[in-house]
């Protein structure tokens, strides 16, 4: 599936963002991810949802900061960020798999990805 990541941009500490990510498969019953990598560091999980967006993951690091959400029939998900940090300063990347019952957290477990968008926040 390709997938297409907007939204990120330059915004001050404590602002909110919201991202999107665009498929352009005909179907979108895929469990829908949202990763982020900063400089210098591995690329991390920081949000997940499943194909009927009744269990999204957080890791504990974010938790209470994103939420990310879904609409099937524009084959779009979402990720809100509030209360943005320095440290949330990253490229944010979507990734899709075919739904199953168990929700991955791995990059490998991911098999789809888009190009990234350039999240940046001030201090």
């Known amino acids: 599936v390709h997938l297409v990541e907007s939204g990120g941009g330059l915004v001050q500490a404590g602002g909110s963002l919201r991202l999107s990510c665009a498929a352009s498969e005909r179907t979108f019953s895929y469990t829908m991810a949202w990763f982020r990598q900063a400089p210098g560091k591995e690329r991390e999980l920081v949000a997940a949802?499943?194909?009927?967006?009744?269990?999204?993951f957080y890791p504990d690091s974010v938790k209470g900061r994103l939420t990310i959400s879904r609409d099937n029939a524009k084959k779009t998900v979402y990720l809100q960020i509030n209360s943005l940090k320095p440290e949330d300063t990253a490229v944010y990347y979507c990734?899709?798999?075919?739904?199953?019952?168990?929700?991955?957290?791995?990059?490998?477990?991911?098999?789809?990805w888009g190009q990234g968008t350039q999240v940046t926040v001030s201090s």
């Open positions: 949802i499943s194909w009927s967006g009744g269990r999204p």
């Open positions: 990734a899709a798999r075919p739904d199953s019952a168990v929700m991955p957290t791995t990059q490998l477990a991911y098999d789809s």
